[in-house]
Every structure is written in structure tokens, then in C-alpha cells.
């Protein structure tokens, strides 16, 4: 198949992409490589990519259309979107950034797709959108109405928006709502990643909400087995849906489109967690203890049952499965 991964240099699309590459298909990669980690890491893991004679890269921004456009010049089978300004602590910061790659760079993508419509879109959304929503599990047709950061918002924003071409010009598409993914080859700014660094330096970490969090930590290739297994799981038109329909299922009335929680389905208690990079890196953590952060949430629990009936697939990487992963990719990549 021809594939278009957007964000082949981040961390979740360069492992989708190099599944893809793995399993014989034609992936065309875009990345803007934006500064807002370490660009080193990112030409990494572009050059592992790059191994395959069937990868193709584009170092492009999203918003600007007349790139993007000559970029998706023939169409695709399938399109993965991952590409955004990620993490929801520096929309604080740099709000313009999430509207300009996470709104514009999305609408110019969909705007593509309405011209040559892929056989599925897989596009990144977040736990995040659930935002003030107290009950939890959460669950796919649990209202998301209540974003807690811009962060949040773009990303509730971007399954309105391709909801909308869904339904106008029958284009199938998949939201992906990720929770806590981490694993090898992972982002500077994430919790694991920035725990490791600190105690491997006889740093402090800091822990917010005074330790009392809880997240459903999901590892990547959980994540990617999930991707895979939803790819195939075309959203339906209205004229050739089949009843009943899958329980508990997502699907819009109105177009092909659903959304899809990606998670564990087990929230880990943040001292687990952290007992977990002691136990790996074979040393105990200097413990900050901090109030919680503004637009951050005391917890994050995925419901996957949709996921498991649309795919037969249930992520099941425990922590201490996980992290020791992360841990040995750190090592040899750094060499510490």
C-alpha cells in the first residue's frame, strides 16, 4: 500500500512508519522537524527510516499548503496523522504554535484528502479532550465538550473539523484518542523520558499533584499494534452499514467516522510508575513533590472494549514490562 505518515520524525509516526516499511508498504513521510525538542533525536530516528529503499521524506511544515500539496501529489491508500505541535504544559507558553500546526495544518491536510480521498484516515487525537470529565473510565461516547488547555482544545477541534469532511465528502476517517504513550525512541518532554535523565544524573524528579496521579501509561508498540488493527477497520458509509452496529461503537450517524480510545485500560499510580525507572536504571529517585500543574488532571483511564471488538486487540505491556525497555534503548543511545 502507498502510505503518508505526517510527524516521521516524532515519536509516535517514526514507529508507525517503520512497521509500515517492515511490512512492505510504500510510506511517504512529512515532518517539519520544529525545534521543540532536541532536532538531533529526530534526524535519528529519520535516519532509520531511511534505511528503506521504499521511504520517502518530505521536511515540510503543514501550513504551507503549496508544499503539502506537491507532497500528497497522487493520493494515498491510507494516511496516518500524527503531526502537531504536541504537549499540553507549553501551550501555556506558545498558543500560536497549537493553531497554526494542529488547526491549519490539519485543515490544509483534510482540504488534500477531499481531492483524493484516501481508503482511511487515521488521524492523532488525545485523552486529553476529555478534559473536566469526572467519570472514568472514559469512554468514546462520553461527552468531551469541557477542554481543559488550548492543547486539548485543538485536538477536540480537529475531530469536528474531520467529522465535518467525513460527512461532506464521504472521506472514512478514524480519531485516534491517545493516552500516555512512552517507550524507546520517546520525547524529551515526557515523564519517563525526563525521570531517566534526571536520575541518571542524581537529579531530583519532579512530582506533581505530590505524587497523587494516576495515568494510564500505554507502551508504543501496543499502540502501533492498535493502528495497524484499526486500519483495517474502515468506518462505513450509511449506505453499507450492517446491523446492529458494533456495541458501544463511536460511529457518527451522519459519515464514515468514528473516534477509538488507544490505552492500557489499567492507570498506574505515579509512584508505581516511579518505582518501576528505579527498579530498571537500579537506583532510587530524589522525589520534588509539587503542586498540580494549571490544565493537568488528577487521573486518565481508558475504556478500550471498543477497540477490542473492533480489532480483536487489547494493549497489555505492563510498566515494568515497559520502562525497562525505555531504559535500555536510553542507555545505548546515549551511551550511559
Not at 516499511?21 to 510504500?26: I, N, T
Request: without cysteine; hydrophobic residues 45%.
Amino acid at each position: 500500500m502507498r502510505v503518508l505518515v505526517t510527524g516521521t520524525a516524532g515519536f509516535i509516526g517514526f514507529h508507525l512508519a517503520r512497521r509500515l516499511l517492515e511490512r512492505g508498504d510504500e510510506v511517504v513521510g512529512v515532518d517539519g522537524l520544529t525545534p521543540y525538542y532536541d532536532v538531533t533525536l529526530k534526524h535519528a530516528r529519520l535516519a532509520v527510516l531511511g534505511r528503506h529503499k521504499t521511504f520517502q521524506s518530505h521536511e515540510i511544515m503543514l501550513e504551507d499548503f503549496a508544499a503539502l500539496s506537491a507532497a500528497y501529489d497522487g493520493g494515498f491508500d491510507l494516511v496516518f496523522h500524527f503531526a502537531a505541535q504536541a504537549g499540553v504544559r507549553y501551550s501555556l507558553e506558545n498558543p500560536r504554535a497549537y493553531v497554526d500546526a494542529n488547526l491549519v495544518g490539519t485543515y490544509n491536510l483534510i482540504e488534500l484528502m477531499r481531492g483524493r480521498p484516501p481508503l482511511h484516515a487515521l488521524m492523532a487525537s488525545t485523552s486529553s479532550v476529555y478534559g473536566a470529565n469526572a467519570s472514568i473510565p472514559f469512554f468514546e461516547t462520553d461527552h468531551a465538550d469541557h477542554p481543559l488547555t488550548l492543547y486539548a482544545a485543538t485536538k477536540k477541534a480537529n475531530e469536528e473539523m474531520t467529522h465535518s469532511y467525513s460527512h461532506l465528502f464521504g472521506i472514512p476517517v478514524t480519531m485516534l484518542r491517545f493516552f500516555t504513550v512512552y517507550g524507546p525512541w520517546g520525547r524529551p518532554d515526557m515523564a519517563l523520558f525526563k525521570f531517566v535523565s534526571a536520575m541518571l544524573a542524581d537529579r531530583p524528579i519532579d512530582l506533581y499533584n505530590y505524587g497523587k496521579m494516576r495515568r494510564d501509561f500505554t507502551f508504543i508498540d501496543d499502540l502501533v499494534e492498535a493502528m495497524i488493527g484499526l486500519a483495517a477497520a474502515v468506518p462505513p458509509h450509511q449506505d453499507k452499514r450492517i446491523q446492529p452496529a458494533v456495541e458501544g461503537d463511536s460511529l457518527s450517524p451522519q459519515a464514515p467516522w468514528r473516534v477509538v480510545n488507544i490505552g492500557a485500560g489499567s492507570p498506574v499510580e505515579l509512584e508505581a510508575f516511579v518505582a518501576a525507572v528505579e527498579a530498571a536504571l537500579g537506583r532510587k529517585a530524589q522525589r520534588n513533590y509539587m503542586e498540580m500543574q494549571q490544565g493537568d488532571v488528577p487521573a486518565t483511564y481508558a475504556n478500550t472494549d471498543l477497540l477490542f471488538r473492533l480489532t480483536g486487540y487489547r494493549p497489555a505491556t505492563s510498566v515494568n514490562e515497559g520502562v525497562p525497555a525505555f531504559v535500555t534503548w536510553y542507555r545505548d543511545y546515549f551511551g550511559v
